[in-house]
C-alpha cells in the first residue's frame, strides 16, 4: 500500500477514504500501551530527581556544544539539567541530547507554516500534553478523507509526534542513568517504575516516529525525522539486531513454455531506440540488463542487509495479507520489518501470504535510495493517449508527474496482484527472485470486465472482476509435478469462461521477469503479476 502522502493509488482505492497507517493503527493497542507506559514512567522520574539525586544543576557553557541547544520555559522533565558525567557520553547523554534537538527544532517555524491556524489551545499544550494533542491531530485527520485534511492538522499531529518522542527519550535517559550510576543506590521499587518495559523503549520510539511520520506526511519537518532516525542508529542496543539466513534460498524456477511470449530484447536499448519503440509500438517489451550497476542487484540479496538499514529491523511498514486484494480475507497490518522477514519472508512455506506491496519505502527510508537510479527510459515522452488507451480508468485525474514515482514490491512466492490497469506507463524492474505476469491490451477493456464500486463507494474500475490465474502457463498451475490437468484448474477455467463468456474473445501475451530484466508496461495494458519465488521488484510510473 502506498503512503497516503503519495495521493490516490490507481490500485488498492480503498486507500483513498482513509490512510492505511490511520485504520490500522485504530485498532491497535500499541498505542494507548506506549502512552500509559510513558504516564507511568514520567512519574518514576520525579521520583529519581527527588531521591537519586542522578543529576544536577549545571550552567550553560559558551564551549559546550550543548551550549547551542535553547533551553525553553516547558514542563519537560529535565530543563535546564545536565548529566553528572563529564567524560565520554553515556547512553543517557546521547538519549537527553536528541531529546533536547527535537525541542528546539520545534522552536522553528517551517516554511509555509499553518500550525497556527488549530488554535492556541493545541499549541500551548504541545510540550505539556504531546499525547493528548496527539490523540486530538489524529482525530481530526479521521473527520475528513484524506486527501481534504487542512494542513494544519497534518502539521500538528507531526509535531505532536516529535514532542511525544522527545519526552519519551528523556524519560528513557533518566531510567538509564538511574540504573547504570554507581553513585547512588536505588531501590528495587525504583528500578522497576524506572524501566517500564526497558526491552521495547527502543521499538516504541521508532513506531513512533515512523507512524507519524507516515501519518502526517511530514509537511514541515520531514528532515527532522530522517535525523532522528539518523541519531537512534547510534543508540541501537547492541542485541535488538537479530542475525538471519545470508540469502532468501531462491532456485531458479524450471523452464516453463509460454504460449505468447512477451518481445524480449537480447541487450539493454538506449534511450533513443526505446523512445522508437514508444513511438511505433508501444506495446510490452522485456529489457535485459538494464540493472547491472545498481548496487541493490547484490545487496538485496542478503535478507540481512535490509536488517540493517532498518534499524535492526524495527522500521514500521505496512504489510498486506492474503493473497490478493480482492479477496474477501485480505487484510493490512503494520508491522517491524524483521518480522515481515522472519515470519513471512524467509519460512519455505509461510502460514500465510504478507506482501510489502505498491509502497513507497525509498521515501520512508531514504538510504535504501542510494541502491538503484530511475531508470533513463523513464524520461522518453510517450505518445498521447489515443482510442482504447484514451478511456484508463483514473487517466482523466492522474497528475502530471515532474519525477518518476517509485514503489517496491517485496513478498513471498505466491504473492499475486490481480487482473489490472494503471494510468501511468510503468518499467518494473526485477531485482530479486522471478515472477509471471499476464497482459492484456486496452483494447480488450470491455472484455475483462472491469469491476464498479466497492462497498465504500470508490471506484474499482481499474480491476478486473476474473480470477486469471486458472490462464497461468502448465507448468506454474501443476507445480506438484502431475502430468495431466486437476479437476480444480479445469473447473475453474470452464467457470472462467462461463460466467464471462466474452473473455474467450481477449489476447494476451505472458512473461517470465528474472533478476536483472525490466518489464516495460504501457499505459492501460492490463497485467497480473504472480511471485513464482521470493521476489523484490521496483516500479516506475511515468507519464
Avoid at 490465474?469 to 506454474?476: H, K
Avoid at 467457470?495 to 501475451?509: I, K, V
Wanted: with cysteine; glycine share 6%; net charge negative.
Amino acid at each position: 500500500m502506498p503512503l497516503p502522502t503519495n495521493g490516490q493509488s490507481s490500485k488498492r482505492p480503498n486507500i483513498v477514504m482513509t490512510p492505511l497507517f490511520e485504520r490500522v493503527l485504530a485498532q491497535d493497542e500499541d498505542a494507548s500501551r506506549i502512552q500509559q507506559q510513558y504516564a507511568d514512567l514520567q512519574a518514576a522520574t520525579e521520583q529519581l530527581r527527588a531521591k537519586c539525586g542522578l543529576f544536577r544543576e549545571k550552567p550553560p557553557s559558551n564551549n559546550s556544544p550543548a551550549s547551542n541547544l535553547k533551553r525553553k520555559a516547558s514542563d519537560h522533565p529535565l530543563d535546564g539539567l545536565e548529566s553528572i558525567e563529564e567524560n565520554e557520553p553515556t547512553a543517557g547523554d546521547l538519549l537527553a541530547r536528541l531529546s533536547n534537538e527535537l525541542r528546539d527544532e520545534l522552536s522553528n517555524v517551517t516554511p509555509n507554516e499553518t500550525i497556527h491556524l488549530c488554535g492556541f489551545g493545541p499549541l500551548q499544550a504541545l510540550a505539556s500534553r504531546p499525547f493528548e494533542v496527539w490523540e486530538l491531530a489524529r482525530e481530526k485527520l479521521h473527520t475528513w478523507p484524506y486527501s481534504r485534511v487542512p494542513v494544519c492538522w497534518r502539521r500538528l499531529l507531526e509535531d505532536a509526534t516529535l514532542a511525544k518522542v522527545a519526552r519519551m527519550l528523556i524519560l528513557r535517559a533518566v531510567a538509564v542513568e538511574g540504573l547504570t550510576s554507581k553513585r547512588r543506590m536505588i531501590s528495587a521499587s525504583e528500578r522497576q517504575n524506572a524501566t517500564t518495559s526497558p526491552d521495547r523503549w527502543f521499538a516504541d520510539v521508532v513506531r513512533e516516529l515512523d507512524v507519524g511520520m507516515s501519518m502526517s506526511g511530514t509537511p514541515g519537518r520531514r528532515s527532522t525525522f530522517e535525523h532522528a532516525f539518523r541519531k537512534l542508529e547510534k543508540l541501537l542496543p547492541q542485541d535488538a539486531v537479530p542475525q538471519v539466513a545470508s540469502n532468501f534460498g531462491i532456485e531458479r524456477p524450471n523452464k516453463i513454455q509460454l504460449g505468447s511470449p512477451t518481445a524480449h530484447e537480447n541487450e539493454p536499448l538506449t534511450f533513443e531506440a526505446f523512445q522508437s519503440h514508444l513511438d511505433h509500438k508501444t506495446t510490452p517489451l522485456i529489457i535485459p540488463g538494464a540493472l547491472e550497476h545498481w548496487p541493490a542487484s547484490t545487496e538485496w540479496q542478503n535478507p540481512n542487509y535490509f536488517l540493517g538499514r532498518t534499524l535492526g529491523g524495527h522500521r514500521v511498514v505496512p504489510i498486506e495479507l492474503g493473497k490478493m486484494y480482492t479477496d474477501a480475507e485480505w487484510s493490512q497490518r503494520l508491522m517491524p520489518f524483521h518480522e515481515f522477514l522472519t515470519n513471512y519472508l524467509l519460512p519455505a512455506n509461510p502460514d500465510e501470504i504478507g506482501y510489502l506491496a505498491q509502497h513507497d519505502l525509498f521515501s520512508q527510508i531514504p538510504s535504501l535510495r542510494s541502491d538503484f537510479s530511475i531508470p533513463d527510459y523513464c524520461y522518453t515522452t510517450p505518445p498521447p493517449p489515443t482510442g482504447a488507451v484514451s478511456h484508463t480508468s483514473g487517466l482523466g485525474t492522474t497528475p502530471q508527474l515532474d519525477e518518476p514515482q517509485l514503489n517496491v514490491w517485496f513478498g513471498p512466492k505466491g504473492t499475486k496482484t490481480p487482473l489490472h490497469t494503471d494510468p501511468y506507463h510503468n518499467i518494473l524492474c526485477q531485482v530479486v527472485g522471478y515472477k509471471f505476469v499476464l497482459l492484456f491490451p486496452p483494447s480488450d477493456t470491455g472484455k475483462l470486465y472491469p469491476r464498479g464500486e466497492n462497498e465504500n463507494g470508490v471506484s474499482m474500475a481499474n480491476t478486473s472482476q476474473l480470477d486469471v490465474s486458472s490462464m497461468c502457463p502448465r507448468e506454474l498451475l501443476f507445480r506438484s509435478g502431475s502430468s495431466s490437468p486437476t479437476d480444480s484448474v479445469t473447473g475453474a477455467r470452464c467457470d472462467l469462461f462461463e460466467r464471462f463468456p466474452a473473455f474467450a474473445g481477449t489476447d494476451h501475451l505472458e512473461a517470465i521477469l528474472g533478476p536483472g530484466e525490466s518489464l516495460y508496461v504501457p499505459l492501460g495494458w492490463w497485467h497480473y503479476v504472480e511471485s513464482l519465488t521470493t521476489s523484490i521488484s521496483v516500479s516506475f510510473w511515468w507519464n
